[in-house]
C-alpha cells in the first residue's frame, strides 16, 4: 500500500530530558483539512514543526510528504518549499513592502523572474483581499491584514500542504473572523491543511478530522461531531468543557 | 603673541601644509583599506562565529577575543619587526592596514554577531520554512535587516581605525602624524603638530555627529 499523503510514524521529540512528542502515528490525506487541539504543552506546535524540520525529530521517527522524506541534508530545502507556515506572530519581513514579502521566496527558491513572481503575488493578495496593501510595509498593517499576508506568502510558493501554528492567537477579537474566512477559503478550495486552533467553532465547521493532544499523544481522533458532541475519552470532554464553557 | 608663535605660527604652517596634505593623504589610505578589509573578514568571522562547524567557531572565537586584546601597536611592530624573521616582510603600508583591519575584524565581527542575534527568531524560522537557502536568508533577510543596527557601532568602529593609523608612524610611513612631526623638526617649530590635530579633529568630527544623529534615528524608528 502507498504512504498516504502526509505519513507520519511513531513521531518523537524530546527536549534534554524532557520528552515532547511520545510517538505520534498520523495518515493526512490530500485535500484533508486536520484542526489539532488541546491543552498548552501538550506538543501541537512540536507536532506541526516537525512537519517542515522546524525542530528535529528523533532517529527513528518517519514523516514522509507525498513520498519525500522529511530528514536533513540536501533535499531540506526542497521540502520545506513544498510546505506552507502560518505563524502565530505573523513573522513578516518588516524592510520589505507587502508585495516583496509575498514575491521573495517564489524568486529565490522557484526561480521565478520578477514579472511572474509579481503577477502570483498580486493574484494571491486579492485573494487573501489585501491588493489594496501591497507597497505598504508590514508595520503599517492591522495584525489581521498582516496574518493575511503572511498566509499569501506561504500560499506562494504553491505548498503541498499549510500548516497553521494559532493563526488568530495574536489578534485583536474583531480581526479573527476576517483570517478564519481565508482558512475557510482555502480549505474549501481542496488545500491540505493542517491547524493547530482554540477557535473550536472553525475546528468544528471547517476540519474533517479534530485531533485532541495532550501530554505529547494524540489521546483521541475523529470528525468534529464524533470528537466535540460525542467525545469517548474524558481528558478530551474535560478539556473541551473548559474551553467551551469560559 | 609668544604662544601665538610658538603654536599657530603662520608662515610655518603655510610652509609645511603641502607636507600636511601629504599625510592626510596617506592616513586615508591606510584608513580606507582598513576599515573594508576589517568590514569584509568581519562578516565572515561574524558569520563562523554563529553558524560554522563548532571547530571553526572555537578558532573563530579565540581569534576574535586575542585580536581584541592585543594593543595595536603591538601588534604593528610583530608584523613589522618580527615578521621579517619568517621571512614575511610586509611594506610599511601593508604592515599598518594588517594590524589595523586584523584587529579592526575583530571588532566588527563582534558588531555583526550582534545584529544578527539581534533580529527575531521568527525571522529565521519564517525564512526556512518558505525554503531560503541559509545564503538568501541572510542575504535577503537577515542582513538588511541587521544593517540598520550595527550602522552606528560600525561607524564608531570606523572612527576608531582612523585614529589608530597615526601608529603607522612608528614603522616609518609617512602618514600625517609623521609628516607632521618631520615638519617640526624641520622648522623647529611644533605648528604643523598643531595643525596635524586640528586635520584630524576636521576629519572624524563629521563622523562623531553622524554616529550620534544615527543613535537618536534609529531610537526613535525602535518605537
Ligand atoms: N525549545 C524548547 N526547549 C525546551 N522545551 C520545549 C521547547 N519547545 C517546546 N518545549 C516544551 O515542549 C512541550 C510541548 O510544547 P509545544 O509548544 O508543542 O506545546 P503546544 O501544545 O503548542 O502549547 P501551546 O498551546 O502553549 O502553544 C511543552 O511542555 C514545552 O515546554
Ligand atoms: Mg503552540
Not at chain 1, 489594496?132 to 499576508?149: I, M, N, T
Not at chain 2, 609645511?16 to 569584509?40: D, H, K, R
Not at chain 2, 617640526?184 to 568630527?205: E, H, K, M, V
Request: include cysteine; aromatic fraction near 6%; glycine fraction near 8%.
Amino acid at each position: 500500500m502507498a504512504p498516504s499523503f502526509i505519513h507520519i510514524r511513531d513521531l518523537r521529540k524530546r527536549y534534554g530530558s524532557y520528552t515532547a512528542l511520545h510517538g505520534i502515528d498520523l495518515d493526512i490525506a490530500e485535500g484533508e483539512v486536520v484542526c489539532v487541539i488541546g491543552p498548552s504543552g501538550s506538543g501541537k506546535s512540536t507536532l506541526i514543526r516537525c512537519i517542515n524540520l522546524l525542530e528535529e525529530f528523533e532517529p527513528g521517527s518517519t514523516v514522509i510528504l507525498d513520498g519525500t522524506p522529511v530528514k536533513r541534508g540536501r533535499a531540506l530545502e526542497k521540502v520545506r518549499a513544498e510546505v506552507g507556515m502560518v505563524f502565530q506572530s505573523f513573522n513578516l519581513f518588516p524592510h520589505l513592502t507587502v508585495l516583496r514579502n509575498v514575491m521573495l521566496a517564489p524568486m529565490r527558491v522557484r526561480g521565478l523572474d520578477a514579472r511572474q513572481a509579481e503577477g502570483r503575488a498580486r493574484e494571491l493578495l486579492a485573494r487573501v483581499g489585501i491588493e489594496g496593501q501591497a507597497d505598504k510595509y508590514p508595520g503599517k498593517l492591522s495584525g489581521g491584514q498582516q496574518q493575511r499576508v503572511a498566509i499569501a506568502r506561504a500560499l506562494a510558493m504553491e505548498p503541498k500542504v499549510m500548516l497553521f501554528d494559532e493563526p488568530t492567537s495574536a489578534l485583536d477579537p474583531e480581526m479573527v473572523g476576517e483570517v478564519l474566512d481565508v482558512m475557510r477559503l482555502l480549505a474549501r478550495s481542496g488545500v491540505t491543511m493542517v491547524v493547530v486552533t482554540h477557535e473550536m467553532g472553525f475546528a468544528r465547521q471547517v476540519a474533517d478530522r479534530v485531533i485532541f493532544m495532550d501530554g505529547g499523544r494524540v489521546v483521541e481522533e475523529g470528525t468534529p461531531s464524533q470528537i466535540f458532541d460525542a467525545a469517548r475519552e474524558e481528558r478530551t470532554r474535560n478539556f473541551l468543557g473548559a474551553v467551551l464553557n469560559h | 603673541m609668544d604662544i601665538l608663535d610658538t603654536f599657530f605660527n603662520v608662515p610655518v604652517l603655510i610652509r609645511t601644509y603641502p607636507l600636511l596634505l601629504w599625510g592626510l593623504w596617506v592616513t586615508i589610505q591606510i584608513g580606507v583599506v582598513s576599515i573594508v578589509a576589517g568590514l569584509v573578514l568581519g562578516l565572515f568571522l561574524a558569520l563562523a562565529r554563529l553558524y560554522a562547524h563548532p571547530f571553526v567557531r572555537g578558532m573563530a572565537r579565540v581569534y576574535i577575543d586575542v585580536l581584541r586584546s592585543i594593543p595595536i601597536l603591538v601588534l604593528l611592530i610583530v608584523i613589522y619587526y618580527a615578521l621579517p624573521f619568517l621571512g614575511l616582510r610586509l611594506s610599511p603600508f601593508m604592515s599598518a592596514v594588517a594590524a589595523l583591519s586584523l584587529v579592526s575584524a575583530a571588532y566588527t565581527a563582534e558588531i555583526f554577531r550582534a545584529g544578527i542575534e539581534a533580529i527575531p527568531l521568527g525571522q529565521f524560522e519564517a525564512s526556512r520554512a518558505l525554503g531560503l537557502s541559509p545564503r538568501h536568508l541572510m542575504v535577503d533577510v537577515v542582513l538588511p535587516q541587521a544593517i540598520r543596527i550595527v550602522i552606528p557601532p560600525l561607524t564608531n568602529n570606523c572612527i576608531n581605525v582612523m585614529k589608530d593609523t597615526a601608529l603607522a608612524s612608528v614603522v616609518a610611513m609617512p602618514d600625517l602624524l609623521k609628516q607632521a612631526t618631520q615638519a617640526q623638526a624641520l622648522t623647529a617649530n611644533p605648528s604643523p603638530l598643531i595643525g596635524a590635530a586640528l586635520i584630524y579633529i576636521a576629519l572624524l568630527w563629521p563622523l562623531v555627529g553622524m554616529v550620534s544623529r544615527l543613535e537618536r534615528r534609529f531610537a526613535q524608528a525602535d518605537r
